[in-house]
């Protein structure tokens, strides 16, 4: 499947008309969201890197103009004006990594306008997924409080490929491991696994499955407890890790039940045993709200797993994202609609510690020793610098939460942390909304109701 053609409709049919009309001038456009989805104080931008590779790569080919053409019911001929376009323009994005806020660009694309139109579905759709699952799954790292959070996404993630964005932004915002073999391989990110329900089920017991295990696996081993009776479960795999040697670096995992209460006696049950350094793992269903009640609640879990709640990001699986023009050929734009109107202005964001963002236009200096939150990442159609490793946007983002206020990081009905605007930007935005009403007067149109312009609304 082509990355070109798998775009929304109405983009081919604009770009189209673009060219045609000749409408060619550099056009910007700002990708943001509008608001935070219910229980989020903030936001972790991701997708960035995956989106600039396909950037980079972007061409339309013979093929894609028939398929476009097909799409339309039309000739290829009259499509001729979309072959071999690529996208040459420029990009200033934040890192991936960086905490983001309602309102504020996650992206701003800058580019011949036919250009800068084709390319929106594919950014929106690498921009949102990601950055969704990202942050849903920075909100695990936070409730977890500094236990280790594993990934085990990928078996219910909407298909392979969300399944490794899953495993991606989870190693981005501090998750420890990953169940899924490719992405850590890819990654450079340790894998992590134990046995399932239907392994124990296939032996006699559950003795003769722990031994089984521990012998074709001569390292740390996870022995699941709980496919019959947890506590029995729990003091065989006591037994058998005393007698074949093992302890540090093993662990029990639970999986279903009052895990909070289950682990309390595991944990009891190990202790007298004589293995202290045995671990507990803890999944099944588990998300931030589960971990920060477990840990609030003092279980004596050491791991938390966590997969189709977080993969999906079930509570906030869509965000409020929107791509819209704010300049086209020098001229500031923006949209009126009710509780859709947006900002006019190729933008900057200033990050201050400890106060608001504050969202600017481009050229503003920035107020005191406020950080550029935007950075060119593409001109003329090409990095400006190396791929950004996931390991350094992991730096920003833990930096980024960690100066959070409390409100916005807390796990339940957070306060979302809001950006304000700058004056010059409040300025630009009143005079261009000021300037638009004017000329949409309706006599200015040349429309009267029955008793006059004032009788029309």
């Known amino acids: 499947m082509s990355d070109v053609t798998t775009t929304d409709l109405y983009e081919v049919t ?34 960035l890197e995956p989106a600039l590779d396909l950037l980079a790569g972007y061409r339309v080919t013979d093929e894609d103009v028939r398929d476009f053409a097909a799409a339309l019911h039309r000739p290829p001929e009259d499509l001729e004006p979309l072959r071999g376009l690529t996208f040459d323009g ?48 920075a909100r695990c790292v936070l409730a977890a ?24 932004v989870g190693a981005l915002v501090g998750f420890a491991a990953t169940s899924n073999v490719a992405a850590a391989g890819l990654l450079g990110i340790p894998a992590s696994g134990t046995m399932a329900h239907s392994y124990v089920e296939a032996f006699p017991g559950e003795e003769e499955a722990f031994r089984a295990f521990a012998r074709a696996h001569p390292g740390p081993v996870t022995f699941l407890v709980d496919t019959y009776d947890t506590e029995r479960g729990v003091l065989t795999a006591a037994r058998v890790l005393r ?48 971990v ?36 086209y050929d020098g001229r500031p734009v923006m949209k009126l609609s009710s509780a859709k109107m947006t900002t006019p202005g190729r933008k900057q964001v200033f990050r201050r510690p400890g106060r608001p963002d504050v969202i600017a236009l481009r050229g503003e200096d920035p107020p005191g020793s406020a950080q550029r939150l935007l950075r060119t990442v593409m001109r003329d159609g090409r990095r400006t610098g190396p791929h950004d490793r996931w390991e350094y946007a992991r730096a920003r983002c833990a930096h980024d939460v960690a100066a959070l206020p ?45 008793g006059g312009p004032d009788d029309l609304f």
């Open 14 to 47: 604009m770009a189209l008309t673009y060219l045609r009309e000749g409408m060619r001038a550099p056009a910007t456009f700002s990708l943001f969201v509008r608001d935070l989805p219910p229980g989020r104080g903030f936001l972790v931008a991701a997708g």
């Open 243 to 290: 007698e074949i040697g093992r302890g540090p670096g093993c662990a029990i995992r639970l999986d279903s039940g009052d895990l909070g209460k289950l682990a309390r006696r595991a944990r009891s049950l190990l202790d007298a045993a004589g293995l202290p350094d045995v671990r507990i793992v803890a999944s099944g269903g588990l998300d931030e709200y589960a």
């Open 145 to 168: 409080a500094g236990h280790p959070v594993v990934d085990f996404a990928l078996r219910r993630s909407h298909g392979p490929w969300a399944g490794w964005q899953a495993a991606r």
């Open 90 to 137: 420029e990009v200033r994005a934040v890192p991936e990594g960086h905490v983001v806020l309602a309102g504020e660009p996650l992206l701003e694309v800058t580019a011949p306008l036919p250009q800068a139109q084709l390319v929106e579905t594919c950014l929106l759709n690498q921009l949102c997924h990601q950055t969704a699952v990202a942050s849903k799954a």
């Open 406 to 450: 409390a409100g916005a990081r807390r796990i339940d009905r957070p306060e979302p942390w809001l950006p304000v605007l700058s004056r010059a930007l409040d300025d630009l935005t009143s005079r261009v909304r000021g300037e638009l009403e004017w000329q949409f007067r309706p006599e200015h149109l040349g429309v009267t109701g029955p």
């Open 292 to 327: 920060s009640g477990l840990v609030r609640g003092g279980a004596p879990i050491d791991v938390y797993a966590v997969g189709t709640k977080v993969g999906v990001a079930a509570d906030a699986p869509a965000l409020d994202a929107a791509y819209k023009l704010v300049e």
